[in-house]
């Protein structure tokens, strides 16, 4: 029974709060929408913590597209055997998991000591970094270290289906009985972290200005247009 | 041709005291909330000096504005994909060292301190952390009227530039004020530098605002804004800036630091331009050039061409009529006397300067007065020429001297007037050295010295008629988005369409 609650009923409140929360948020609370930066207080310590943390993190995503995502047939096709595939994954993942976990602890230690940041910090904004942190922490532990001294886990046949599985409504929880324990202790802090994300300064991951790059650099917009969102390009 | 309305402004500075009335009328409007209380839409700063916030004018540290790279105009900073290469952490950016830490004092303390020996003291306390602050060692106008001395005088960037002793003995300073607002400038680099598109330029009048439901606080306009008008709210983490006041200027009123303005030294109007030509003018190899290619993108407002495609382009007739009565046409186009600050960062910006004149008067009324000596005297006037061209003209001396001219002869004109003691030939020698005509020089000592209210802020209001539910509001109540009326279909997201 408890099979089921954490891995069909959890995970699924988690999303439904995610994506109800950030709707929510968007159309009612637009103004309150940003990626809140403390660089304007203090940008030596941040210099190096934010883009260790946030390049870290990046890779990490693209990482878990690749285990969670990706189905192990599409490696077998390609020819990429599980050792190849591991040996793989511990070197980039461990790198990129490491540069989280290095750069969350640059930046949380710059949250409680430097006094302009941490005067602003909300509640919010430490649970957010705590949650991230013990999120990769046991990621971290996962890929280098389990995955060395243990064995290596092919959670490509157990958490990636079952991940799969929840997105085409027919969860197979079953899959995940049989998993370590850190690996479902990761993936339901992750699901909490999912849920959280409305509440915090996350909310700017979903931001990122891929358009940037192909916008007209001065934009115009008229006051007709203007609630509309509207504009006319150069 | 792709004819655009923008308002503009022109600060005489020859009538500045510097009494930041316009500062601190502007505070109180706009910046005195949490999170914005280290910004000044509006400041006004003691030249040489470093300015707010300090050094601003240092590009080479903070990469604002655009530059020519192999003919192409791009943003110093770096294009798109650097900026989103540097999302993380923005090196280019001014921390709030560069500005000040806000502080009030601890008043409560002067009612609630229990008896003592010496007299109570309000300390002062961080409105960032709340902690006292012991010795604050930098805050707005620190370097008030030359305050500091030549250790501040030399953060001037400049001064550095001119690469010559400026001196600072007693007898030899020389000092202006310098009142600045945002720009609003034809070719704004803090729009091209937002990667959420948050930051626009109206259409109708050119006013450059940030959506502030849009903005993501990545901080790029900040940095990319060469005159630092762009500012951080660190309570609500969006990007806030001078709005030329537009609730007023809608509503056919000028900006509060217009209006408020002791001196009487600011100007508003409207220009037409022509906003095809922008990038090119923007685009000239020499930035010596870059004034004059400006000046080039404004159109004159009785060509009756002109007219034609303005009213094609939606500019109704109260707005032509504006721009034909505006001063800032008169002041930066027609007479040429105001100049644009720092037009070599290539944003063509619309606030225009009359570069003061004050200290090389009195240094001719110091000697014999011998009035053969008004056009010499222009060139050894106490504000090094140099100092004034490297504000305004991008270095270019020729162009300060020859507005200076136009001013002296323009005291010079008026005095004869009234007082004589001049004769014919080097009166008439005078004005052709201004280039300048008799009438005109009337025309212009009337607009800087005598005009009045509605001379000095020729602004067309808003136009009502591009509401889009105009006969839904006749009549409406004001509270109506709060209480529709029965059988009015109401939409979640706010807007009735």
């Given at each position: ?229 509207s504009s006319t390009r150069k | 041709m792709r004819i655009k309305a923008q308002v503009a402004m022109v600060m005489h500075l020859d009538k ?210 060469p005159y630092h008008k762009v500012y951080y709210n660190w309570n609500t983490h969006k990007a806030e800036k001078c709005n030329f006041c ?229 009549g409406a109540c004001s509270i109506e988005g709060l209480a529709p009326p029965e059988g009015m279909m109401t939409y979640p997201f706010g807007?009735?369409?």
């Open positions: 029974m408890s099979e089921v609650f954490w891995w069909v009923v959890f995970p699924y409140i988690a999303f439904t709060i995610m994506l109800v929360g950030m709707l929510y948020r968007f159309a009612f609370r637009g103004v309150t929408w940003t990626a809140p930066s403390t660089e304007f207080f203090e940008k030596k310590w941040l210099r190096i913590g934010s883009p260790l943390f946030h390049y870290g993190i990046i890779f990490a995503f693209f990482g878990h597209i690749m285990g969670m995502v990706v189905p192990k047939r599409f490696y077998d096709v390609l020819g990429v055997n599980d050792e190849m595939y591991h040996a793989f994954g511990i070197i980039g993942g461990g790198f990129a998991g490491l540069m989280v976990v290095a750069g969350l602890i640059i930046l949380l230690i710059r949250k409680m000591t430097v006094p302009r940041v941490r005067a602003q910090a909300s509640f919010a904004d430490y649970f957010a970094v705590i949650l991230v942190l013990l999120v990769s922490i046991l990621g971290t532990y996962i890929t280098i270290i389990y995955n060395t001294t243990v064995h290596a886990y092919e959670y490509r046949t157990t958490i990636g289906p079952w991940f799969r599985s929840l997105f085409v409504f027919q969860p197979q929880y079953e899959l995940m009985t049989a998993v370590p324990f850190v690996f479902r202790f990761h993936v339901i802090v992750a699901f909490l972290l999912f849920a959280s994300i409305p509440f915090t300064s996350l909310v700017h991951i979903f931001s990122f200005p891929a358009r940037y790059p192909t916008r007209a650099p001065i934009q115009y917009r008229s006051r007709i247009g203007y609630r509309k969102g | 500045c005291i510097g009494c930041h009335t316009c500062s601190v009328t502007c505070k109180n409007v706009w910046t005195n909330r949490p999170g914005v209380e280290y910004m000044w839409f509006n400041n006004v700063e003691t030249r040489p000096g470093p300015g707010y916030p300090k050094q601003w004018e240092d590009t080479k540290r903070f990469k604002g504005g655009w530059v020519l790279k192999n003919g192409k105009l791009t943003l110093r900073a770096g294009g798109p994909i650097t900026k989103l290469a540097t999302l993380f952490y923005n090196p280019d950016l001014a921390d709030m060292n560069q500005y000040y830490e806000p502080w009030t004092y601890d008043y409560e303390h002067l009612i609630t301190s229990p008896k003592s020996k010496h007299l109570p003291v309000a300390r002062p306390k961080s409105m960032i952390t709340g902690e006292f602050i012991d010795k604050p060692e930098w805050g707005p106008n620190w370097d008030d009227d030359l305050a500091g001395g030549s250790e501040n005088v030399s953060l001037d960037p400049n001064v550095k530039k001119l690469q010559e002793h400026i001196a600072m003995e007693y007898e030899k300073t020389f000092m202006m004020y310098l009142p600045r607002i945002c720009e609003h400038c034809l070719n704004p680099p803090c729009v091209a530098s937002c990667p959420s598109g948050a930051l626009y330029k109206r259409d109708e009048d050119g006013i450059v605002l940030v959506d502030q439901e849009a903005c993501r606080g990545w901080r790029f306009c900040m940095s990319g804004c537009y609730p007023r200027t809608e509503a056919g009123l000028p900006t509060v630091c217009s209006e408020t303005c002791v001196g009487r030294l600011r100007y508003l109007g409207v220009v037409l331009y022509d906003a095809d030509r922008v990038k090119e003018a923007a685009s000239v190899e020499d930035p010596k050039d870059l004034y004059e290619s400006q000046l080039s993108v404004f159109l004159d407002p009785f060509d009756p061409q002109v007219i034609a495609e303005a009213r094609k382009a939606g500019i109704n007739e109260s707005w032509i009529q504006s721009a034909q009565d505006s001063p800032i046409y008169k002041l930066a186009m027609k007479w040429k006397i105001a100049l644009p600050l720092h037009p070599e960062y290539r944003t063509l910006p619309m606030v225009w300067y009359v570069p003061p004149l004050s200290p090389i008067m009195n240094h001719i009324e110091e000697g014999a007065l011998n009035t053969d000596h008004y056009i010499p005297a222009v060139d050894h006037m106490r504000i090094p020429m140099e100092y004034l061209a490297s504000l305004m003209t991008a270095g270019d001396t020729e162009v300060i001297r020859k507005v200076l001219l136009k001013l002296t002869a323009m005291r010079v004109h008026m005095r004869q007037q009234t007082v004589g003691g001049m004769d014919e030939l080097s009166h008439s020698e005078l004005l052709k050295e201004a280039g300048m005509s008799a009438g005109d020089i009337e025309d212009m000592a009337r607009l800087l010295a005598v005009a009045k209210y509605d001379e000095r802020f020729v602004i067309p209001t808003g136009r009502r008629e591009m509401n889009d539910d105009l006969y839904y509001r006749y807007k009735e369409e």
